[in-house]
Nanobody, 123 residues
Framework: QVQLVESGGGSVQAGGSLRLSCSRY???????MGWFRQASGKEREGVAA????????YYADSVKGRFTISQDNVKNTVYLKMNSLKPEDTAMYYC?????????????????WGQGTQVTVSS
């Protein structure tokens, strides 16, 4: 069982920045790890993902050029740096992990979820 523990998030004004962190426990092998978000009344959508064994990263079109996902394989931690935040980025952000390379980053492909952390961007 892989445990995901998130930190970061909070409230920021439009144009500001935040960084989310997600640390995994109980497994140190290769995983695809990343983030989903779910705004009120909307479906959960993939934001970004990266595979600990390399093979590139995934970004949703809506965050390309603004968000950066990175990983520290020694700390087993993935980071999501969010710049130029917009009110439409407001959502609950969930760390997620799945076995193997990332492939298609859909919620139904996820094996493990974090507890979620709220990001609120005010205009």
């Amino acid at each position: 069982q892989v445990q995901l523990v998130e930190s970061g998030g909070g409230s920021v004004q439009a144009g500001g920045s935040l960084r989310l962190s997600c640390s995994r426990y109980s497994y140190s092998g290769d995983l695809c790890m990343g983030w989903f978000r779910q705004a009120s009344g909307k479906e959960r959508e993939g934001v970004a993902a990266t595979y600990s064994g390399g093979l590139g990263t995934y970004y949703a079109d809506s965050v390309k050029g603004r968000f950066t996902i990175s990983q520290d394989n020694v700390k087993n931690t993935v980071y999501l740096k969010m710049n130029s935040l917009k009110p439409e980025d407001t959502a609950m952000y969930y760390c997620a992990a799945r076995w193997g390379p990332c492939g298609v980053w859909y919620p139904d492909r996820v094996n493990y979820w974090g507890q979620g952390t709220q990001v609120t961007v005010s205009s």
